[in-house]
């Protein structure tokens, strides 16, 4: 090659890479070398790294919020890591919104436990992510809330008058967000809130706590929407999952509860300006030995709202209290004020092959407002048989019917 030739092909090859931007030149060179771009690595940040100590005795919690920091400012991918062992850990918030250029990993391996006392939960929360956007947290711990040592213990709490209720893990303002494998046990108020969240799936997730702790409810679900809860297990001292106003769209698929008071729309209409629940679905669930099945209930005395298009539908009952209810007389501390009726409207609610043992007088005990009707109420394929020995006439038919209902229908159905 002459000289002439050779800085002619030293310009084509310059121009070549002005205009060419390096994502083409790899395309380019996989194409012709069978070379592909190597993936975007990831980076681990280990909360040992940054002073946390695995000993249960040491405050974890600055330690945590310096691991969070630096893996949610990496522009790459991220990790925020936290390995085997027992991690005390107070107050925190892993906020958002983060750096990272895919979805923030939140790998737990190691247990976390709870301070014990109340007094040191200024937000009323304990671990919560907020303001984020694609998040997966994941692993092999369990979140222990310690809250039988005080939190229980608070004057009223057995009336459901308890002051301070902190809740063990929180999501706020979070979209696309999974939470797999991971176990929370003994909360001093709700085990998981989901507040102002979007497409957020619980899968295969164990919430317990004893049967007569108070306010300790396994999942609550509020102003949320498209929440797939799966495959889970809870077994606490509340509600097994509430889902309360704001909520659409949300399914409660192949999970069991018990102990516990259900499955549960509400508590409705405690406050004005409250946003519908729509769209909501409880399928193939097991209820096994708890103070209530599936249930909808609203406070009296209520500023309008509503709850609607709501079906309940291949659930097994255990032994279970009151197996289907509609309450709209809801009032835990028998101090509401009862003079007048709730004015929440609940439409479109399906029953569908229910089956199973209770233990109470009625298999089916619909509640419902003298001031705005329960419409378009069905029952299809229940068949409930009764443990309890009643020997009033009245009772024997196990359904029991209150207030306004327009629209009852009741078919292929036993209530023994």
Request: with cysteine; hydrophobic share 35%; net charge negative.
């Amino acid at each position: 090659m002459t000289n002439y030739n050779f800085i002619i092909v030293v310009k084509l090859l310059v121009i070549f890479l002005i205009f060419v931007s390096p994502k083409e030149i790899l395309a380019f060179y996989d194409r012709f070398y069978g070379y592909a771009e190597a993936p975007m690595q990831q980076e681990i940040f280990d909360v040992s790294e940054f002073g946390a100590s695995p000993n249960a005795d040491s405050d974890n919690t600055l330690a945590f919020g310096k691991t969070w920091e630096a893996a949610c400012n990496h522009q790459g991918r991220s990790k925020f890591y936290v390995p085997g062992g027992k991690f005390l850990v107070g107050e925190i918030e892993f906020k958002g919104p983060c750096r990272t250029e895919s979805t923030m990993e939140v790998e737990i391996t190691g247990d976390l436990i709870a301070p014990t006392s109340i007094k040191v939960f200024p937000s009323y929360q304990w671990i919560t992510f907020s303001q984020l956007n694609d998040i997966f947290l994941y692993g092999s711990t369990n979140l222990e809330g310690r809250g039988d040592v005080e939190a229980w213990k608070q004057e009223g709490c057995k009336e459901s008058k308890c002051g301070k209720l902190i809740t063990s893990l929180s999501l706020a303002n979070v979209s696309n967000a999974i939470i797999k494998d991971v176990s929370l046990s003994n909360a001093k108020g709700f085990h998981l809130r989901l507040h102002s969240s979007r497409n957020v799936t619980v899968h295969n997730v164990s919430f317990s706590s004893p049967w007569d702790s108070p306010n300790t409810d396994g999942i609550h679900v509020h102003s949320s929407s498209i929440v797939n809860i799966t495959n889970s297990t809870i077994g606490v001292g509340d509600d097994c999952v509430s889902i309360s106003t704001g909520s659409l769209d949300v399914l409660v698929s192949g999970t069991r509860c018990g102990p516990g008071h259900g499955f549960s729309i509400g508590s409705l209409g405690k406050v004005e300006n409250e946003e519908e629940v729509r769209r909501i679905k409880v399928q193939n669930c097991t209820v096994d030995g708890a103070a209530n099945g599936v249930r909808i209930k609203t406070w009296p005395a209520s500023p309008p709202s509503q709850a609607s298009d709501i079906t309940f539908e291949d659930i097994l009952m255990i032994n279970v209290s009151n197996p289907i209810i509609i309450d709209q007389e809801y009032c835990p501390s028998d101090s509401c004020n009862t003079t007048s009726a709730s004015r929440v409207k609940l439409s479109n609610i399906e029953f569908n092959n229910i089956r199973g043992t209770y233990g109470s007088d009625f298999g089916v005990n619909l509640k419902c407002s003298s001031l705005v009707a329960c419409e378009n109420i069905t029952l299809i394929d229940v068949n409930l048989n009764g443990t309890k020995t009643s020997t009033d006439k009245w009772q024997q038919e196990k359904f029991s019917t209150k207030g306004w209902l327009n629209g009852l229908a009741v078919f292929n159905s036993t209530f023994n």
